[in-house]
């Protein structure tokens, strides 16, 4: 699904370089649930970004879901973007004035598809993560955690090859956020490969693989049965 080879990234500050990453070197299967570790500033947006093909290395090779993705330009690397990923943020993103149901069919605009079918798929999406009651409401009409289960359920209608949370809980409180940990371990045992860019242990904990960076490479790779308890 995901193979990393050599991957560096260096930033030039003034007359200095700073290698944000150096020498990754990383595969993720699909449907693997993976848990992206590190402290501020160990890289991990950094990787997220280039998995998320947001940016691209400075050095090294990535493949995507079988296509080399690591060398192509702007456009083409927004169509791996808008077809194979789907993102959910710790800010919702959200149209405020639209409906719950436009927000969500927002990204097949891009595919050239119907409202009609826009609709259908939006509605699909909202249904999977239990807002199917909730269409026609707007944003500033639901909770925290409605907000981020229609944030995700944005993130699924393309039906992603891959799901990148960036702290998807950082906005909730501990309750909500074990809700929506819940739903993505119901996407997992559905088949969906995510990878969730977190600081926080808790969260980790309910994937079944954490990989933590540590000064722009990776210091471990544990595998261990997810956690069921409480965030």
Same mark, same amino acid.
């Given at each position: 699904?995901?193979?990393?080879?050599?991957?560096?990234?260096? =930033?030039? !500050?003034?007359?200095?370089?700073? #290698?944000? *990453?150096? $020498?990754?070197? %990383?595969?993720?299967? &699909? +449907?693997?649930?993976?848990?992206?570790?590190?402290?501020?500033?160990?890289?991990?947006?950094?990787?997220?970004?280039?998995?998320?093909?947001?940016?691209?290395?400075?050095?090294?090779? =990535?493949? !995507?879901?079988?296509?080399?993705? #690591?060398? *192509?330009? $702007?456009?083409? %690397?927004?169509?791996? &973007? +808008?077809?194979?990923?789907?993102?959910?943020?710790?800010?919702?993103?959200?149209?405020?004035?639209?409906?719950?149901?436009?927000?969500?069919?927002?990204?097949?605009?891009?595919?050239?598809?119907?409202?009609?079918?826009?609709?259908?798929?939006?509605?699909?999406?909202?249904?999977?993560?239990?807002?199917?009651?909730?269409?026609?409401?707007?944003?500033?009409?639901?909770?925290?955690?409605?907000?981020?289960?229609?944030?995700?359920?944005?993130?699924?209608?393309?039906?992603?090859?891959?799901?990148?949370?960036?702290?998807?809980?950082?906005?909730?409180?501990?309750?909500?956020?074990?809700?929506?940990?819940?739903?993505?371990?119901?996407?997992?045992?559905?088949?969906?490969?995510?990878?969730?860019?977190?600081?926080?242990?808790?969260?980790?904990?309910?994937?079944?693989?954490?990989?933590?960076?540590?000064?722009?490479?990776?210091?471990?790779?544990?595998?261990?049965?997810?956690?069921?308890?409480?965030?």
């Amino acid at each position: 699904m995901i193979e990393l080879h050599g991957i560096c990234k260096t =930033y030039k !500050l003034g007359d200095n370089e700073f #290698a944000a *990453l150096a $020498d990754i070197d %990383l595969r993720v299967e &699909r +449907n693997e649930y993976v848990a992206l570790t590190g402290a501020s500033g160990s890289g991990k947006s950094t990787l997220m970004n280039i998995l998320g093909c947001l940016d691209t290395p400075s050095a090294g090779s =990535y493949s !995507l879901d079988g296509e080399a993705v #690591a060398g *192509l330009n $702007d456009d083409a %690397l927004a169509r791996v &973007r +808008n077809r194979k990923i789907g993102f959910v943020f710790q800010s919702f993103y959200l149209m405020p004035r639209a409906t719950i149901v436009e927000n969500v069919a927002q990204p097949l605009i891009y595919r050239g598809l119907s409202p009609a079918v826009r609709r259908e798929r939006a509605a699909e999406a909202l249904n999977r993560v239990g807002l199917g009651d909730r269409l026609n409401h707007r944003p500033n009409e639901l909770s925290g955690g409605q907000r981020q289960r229609t944030a995700i359920a944005r993130a699924l209608i393309g039906r992603p090859q891959l799901l990148l949370a960036d702290e998807p809980t950082g906005n909730l409180d501990s309750r909500t956020a074990e809700e929506i940990m819940k739903l993505f371990g119901q996407l997992h045992a559905d088949g969906q490969t995510l990878i969730i860019v977190t600081h926080d242990q808790g969260i980790a904990n309910h994937c079944q693989r954490a990989i933590r960076l540590h000064d722009g490479r990776i210091a471990a790779d544990d595998r261990r049965v997810p956690s069921t308890g409480a965030v």
